[in-house]
T-cell receptor
Framework: GQQLNQSPQSMFIQEGEDVSMNCTSS?????WLWYKQDPGEGPVLLIA?????ELTSNGRLTAQFGITRKDSFLNISASIPSDVGIYFCAGGPYSGGGADGLTFGKGTHLIIQP | NAGVMQNPRHLVRRRGQEARLRCSPM?????VYWYRQLPEEGLKFMVYLQKENIIDESGMPKERFSAEFPKEGPSILRIQQVVRGDSAAYFC??????????????FGEGSRLTVL
């Protein structure tokens, strides 16, 4: 089946630093999405990307859909304590007939040291 | 709260018992997905349903697991004769109609199954 390689697995950073994480795949995806999961909660959608090359921002978050449609990155600028959590990338086929099941990466654990 | 509602949040079962997990999608959503998450792992797709139809169950084990989304009422994920390896968090997600954001999933808070 399709697999997503997400890196890094974990990041230990200082508050205020910028963060960068990425996802790669051997398969082409038509949609890339980034989710954040807090402990004991379900994932929450951060950014959705639908076009190759698309660059989208949501506050301090910026994500890009790679030109090859096989990768995506997420940047967080000026990190704050509430950014702590697990960030998942997800790729979807979406052929226009409905929201098919997404394939998720294994997540990047973000830990912020004050 | 008009989000995806899952219950129970926590469920403890002994080996051999049955587990039933329920999910009510967001208002206006007709697509329901079930995912399983093991500790320190990402989410694994199990099944995709629309009302009264299973669209894709390629991620669901062939034995002991079943899912339904009846015309009325919540979606149910049923695990028969549970084993310790079934212990995981099970997340339900729903998605909006195609015209308002295809590919985006809205997740519930999950049901955490522990098999003793």
């Amino acid at each position: 089946g399709q697999q997503l390689n997400q890196s890094p697995q974990s990041m230990f950073i200082q508050e205020g630093e910028d963060v960068s994480m990425n996802c790669t795949s051997s398969s082409i995806f038509n949609t890339w999405l980034w989710y954040k999961q807090d402990p004991g909660e379900g994932p929450v959608l951060l950014i959705a990307l639908y076009k190759a090359g698309e660059l989208t921002s949501n506050g301090r978050l910026t994500a890009q859909f790679g030109i090859t449609r096989k990768d995506s990155f997420l940047n967080i600028s000026a990190s704050i304590p509430s950014d702590v959590g697990i960030y998942f990338c997800a790729g979807g086929p979406y052929s226009g007939g409905g929201a098919d099941g997404l394939t998720f990466g294994k997540g990047t654990h973000l830990i912020i040291q004050p | 709260n008009a989000g995806v509602m899952q219950n129970p949040r926590h469920l403890v079962r002994r080996r051999g018992q049955e587990a039933r997990l329920r999910c009510s999608p967001m208002k206006g959503h007709s697509h329901v997905y079930w995912y399983r998450q093991l500790p320190e792992e990402g989410l694994k797709f199990m099944v995709y349903l629309q009302k009264e139809n299973i669209i894709d169950e390629s991620g669901m084990p062939k034995e002991r697991f079943s899912a339904e989304f009846p015309k009325e009422g919540p979606s149910i994920l049923r695990i028969q004769q549970v084993v310790r390896g079934d212990s995981a968090a099970y997340f339900c997600a729903s998605s909006p109609p195609e015209s308002t954001g295809p590919g985006e999933l809205f997740f519930g808070e999950g049901s955490r199954l522990t098999v003793l």
